[in-house]
């Protein structure tokens, strides 16, 4: 069964820096994408950033280009997400996700999310 566990969120001043990992067991950890994902109350979740599994390409929220990277770490089993530069509205629930697809198959699995509040 596989597993995901996010660590690093916590209280921050805006225009200050946190890193958020994400920890994964339980499922061969290079072969499946992973994102970040963000979720306020009353909105929906969103997409942050997004790391491949192959050749390890990246993409971004269009708000967080220039300001957050995601990497990943398969001899670790982890991939990160580096935030500079915060603002009051990166406030959020921060989630990892992990995916896994092929025409007809679809393996997912979610982390249960960790704070992040950006204030003065």
């Known amino acids: 069964q596989g597993r995901l566990v996010e660590s690093g969120g916590g209280l921050v001043q805006p225009g200050g820096s946190l890193r958020l990992s994400c920890a994964a067991s339980g499922f061969t950890f290079s072969t499946y994408s992973m994102g970040w994902y963000r979720q306020v109350p009353g909105k929906e979740r969103e997409l942050v950033a997004i790391i491949m599994s192959t050749e390890g390409s990246t993409n971004y929220a269009d708000s967080m280009k220039g300001r957050f990277t995601i990497s990943r770490d398969n001899a670790k089993d982890t991939v990160y997400l580096q935030m500079n530069k915060l603002k009051p509205e990166d406030t959020a629930v921060y989630y990892c996700?992990?995916?896994?697809?092929?025409?007809?198959?679809?393996?997912?699995?979610w982390g249960q999310g960790t704070q992040v509040t950006v204030s003065l």
């Open positions: 996700n992990a995916i896994w697809s092929y025409p007809g198959v679809k393996y997912e699995h």
